[in-house]
């Protein structure tokens, strides 16, 4: 099975400032994606940013991008210009893209994102 | 359009007892998918539902199952309730194999 690792409990940063959130992933499998989702205190997860694994090109989305390393099963999502908003638990996760591994989303255990004014 | 919806918002039970709890996809989709959120352990994988049948099952006692109906909203059953099953449920929803899910605000199930 695939495990997601996020080894950040919590993080903190200034409005304004830029904070990078770690994950690391374990599998055997050559396809799949991954994916950074938000949850604020609503707990309603949204969707920040998709990768896919065969695209050597990081994704982007608007202030949030990544840093996506196959060899190293490194998966870092980089947040420019922290805004208040940002405050929330991010999870990492990760998807086959193979039947037999089934569809469901693999998550990390959630990093706590603290912005300060 | 309405997204994920799920019911109740909160649901207290005693020990042993069962629960029941409830999702509505969104309008159009197929697959269903159930994680719990417990305190300080991310979101474990339950069961996923697509067209009717459950696809995947994650790493949960037989006493949670559940089922979707021809509508394709879904609900999740918990007996023979334990303390440590006091979590968040999640419910989430997929066109089919989609993958863009979009996930409901949960269920806080409470059990003394």
């Known amino acids: 099975a695939q495990t997601v690792t996020q080894s950040q409990p919590e993080m903190s940063v200034q409005e304004a400032e830029t904070v990078t959130l770690s994950c690391t992933y374990d599998t055997s499998e050559s396809d799949y994606y991954l994916f950074w989702y938000k949850q604020p205190p609503s707990r309603q997860m949204i969707l920040v940013i998709r990768q896919e694994a065969y695209k050597q090109q990081n994704a982007t989305e608007n202030r949030f991008s990544v840093n996506f390393q196959k060899a190293a099963k490194s998966f870092s999502l980089k947040i420019s210009d922290s805004q208040l908003g940002d405050a929330a638990m991010y999870f990492c996760a990760y998807r086959s893209a193979h039947s037999n591994s089934g569809y469901a989303l693999n998550f990390g255990k959630g990093t706590s994102l603290l912005v300060t004014p | 359009e309405a997204g994920v919806t799920q019911s109740p918002t909160h649901l207290i039970k005693t020990r042993g007892q069962q629960a029941t709890l409830r999702c509505s996809p969104i309008s159009g989709h197929t697959s269903v998918y159930w994680y719990q959120q417990a305190l300080g352990l991310g979101l474990q994988f339950l069961l996923w539902y697509d067209e009717g049948e459950e696809r995947n099952r994650g790493n949960f006692p037989p006493r949670f199952s559940g089922r979707q109906f021809p509508n394709y909203s879904s609900e999740l059953n918990v007996n023979a309730l334990e303390l440590e099953d006091s979590a968040l449920y999640l419910c989430?929803?997929?066109f089919g194999t989609g993958l863009t899910i979009y996930f409901g605000e949960g269920s806080w199930l409470t059990v003394v």
């Open positions: 989430a929803s997929s």
